[in-house]
């Protein structure tokens, strides 16, 4: 395993453990409001502050996008750790068991490891640029299926914004239509590594930010998958509207969500 993955391991392990722990008594978890159904608690800040620790001690001049305390921007920083503490916060302080940690490495802008730790199921999906997606040690490969109307679908319901919320639904409308089935589990980044690993065979979301993404992204590509933006682009980080699948999925999922797409929704 690479070093700097591996550092990126034991800091997700670390913030899984203290998420593993809380979780055992959720009534004592003091939840805070960022924004409409935006929740913060004081484990989201403890998990961050125990990544943040380590990376800063083994990689002291590399910058962090973290989603708690936003970004460390350092003077010539070739290496950006875009962090996650705990994806699916909602989930979290509900006690549905569908969350994780996220942490992705990016080399002069290009994501190089990846990262999404499960807790509840210890499932740790792993990947390097061009070295393939892992989950577990064991090598993952996005599914093999071509036909949208035997594929499994996942996406995000929008719950901050809704300036786009109706052509999300008639794009919702037209996939649960076409497709097997459609799910929306709650947390972006276990999605985008449950299509890693071939257990849904596409996804879209909008109004994602970069710390949802990008780990999941990588190991899709090093799974064999294809991921890219609204406008079939590879400027989803910016853009936080990501399309991802199986190759032959992924290509009928961006042409039913395309046309449903309007130039502000495009950008």
Same mark, same amino acid.
């Given at each position: 395993?690479? @070093?700097?993955? /591996?550092?990126?391991?034991? $800091?997700? %392990?670390? !913030? &899984?453990?203290?998420?593993?722990?809380?979780?055992?008594?959720?009534?004592?978890?003091?939840?805070?409001?960022?924004?409409?159904?935006?929740?913060?608690?004081?484990?989201?800040?403890?998990?961050?502050?125990?990544i943040?620790?380590?990376?800063?001690?083994?990689?002291?001049?590399?910058?962090?996008?973290?989603?708690?305390?936003?970004?460390?921007?350092?003077?010539?920083?070739?290496?950006?750790?875009?962090?996650?503490?705990?994806?699916?916060?909602?989930?979290?302080?509900?006690?549905?068991?569908?969350?994780?940690?996220?942490?992705?490495?990016?080399?002069?802008?290009?994501?190089?490891?990846?990262?999404?730790?499960? @807790?509840?199921r /210890?499932?740790?999906?792993? $990947?390097? %640029?061009? !070295? &393939?997606?892992?989950?577990?040690?064991?090598?993952?490969?996005?599914?093999?299926?071509?036909?949208?109307?035997?594929?499994?679908?996942?996406?995000?319901?929008?719950?901050?914004?809704?300036?786009?919320?109706?052509?999300?639904?008639?794009?919702?409308?037209?996939?649960?239509?076409?497709?097997?089935?459609?799910?929306?589990?709650?947390?972006?980044?276990?999605?985008?590594?449950w299509?890693?690993?071939?257990?849904?065979?596409?996804?879209?979301?909008?109004?994602?930010?970069?710390?949802?993404?990008?780990?999941?992204?990588?190991?899709?590509?090093?799974?064999?998958?294809?991921v890219?933006d609204?406008?079939?682009?590879?400027d989803?980080?910016?853009?936080?509207?990501?399309v991802?699948?199986?190759?032959?999925?992924?290509?009928?999922?961006?042409?039913?969500?395309?046309?449903?797409?309007?130039?502000?929704?495009?950008?």
């Amino acid at each position: 395993m690479h @070093p700097m993955l /591996n550092i990126a391991v034991k $800091a997700a %392990r670390r !913030a &899984g453990q203290i998420i593993a722990r809380a979780s055992l008594d959720l009534d004592q978890i003091k939840v805070g409001v960022k924004q409409k159904s935006d929740f913060v608690t004081g484990v989201d800040e403890a998990a961050e502050a125990a990544i943040l620790d380590l990376v800063r001690e083994v990689y002291p001049t590399h910058a962090i996008l973290a989603e708690e305390t936003g970004a460390n921007t350092v003077t010539g920083a070739e290496y950006q750790w875009i962090i996650d503490p705990l994806d699916g916060t909602t989930n979290f302080i509900h006690g549905f068991p569908q969350y994780a940690v996220s942490i992705a490495i990016a080399h002069k802008g290009v994501l190089t490891h990846a990262v999404v730790f499960d @807790p509840n199921r /210890n499932e740790l999906f792993t $990947a390097t %640029r061009g !070295a &393939g997606a892992y989950l577990n040690d064991k090598r993952i490969r996005v599914s093999k299926r071509a036909k949208l109307e035997e594929a499994l679908i996942g996406t995000g319901f929008p719950y901050r914004s809704f300036d786009h919320a109706d052509a999300y639904l008639a794009i919702f409308k037209e996939i649960t239509r076409r497709t097997a089935g459609v799910r929306r589990p709650g947390a972006a980044s276990l999605d985008l590594a449950w299509l890693a690993c071939g257990r849904i065979d596409g996804f879209w979301e909008f109004g994602l930010s970069p710390w949802d993404m990008a780990a999941g992204a990588l190991l899709i590509q090093e799974a064999g998958g294809l991921v890219s933006d609204l406008a079939g682009e590879g400027d989803y980080l910016a853009s936080g509207n990501i399309v991802a699948g199986a190759p032959k999925i992924f290509a009928q999922l961006l042409q039913i969500i395309q046309p449903h797409c309007t130039p502000s929704l495009a950008r």
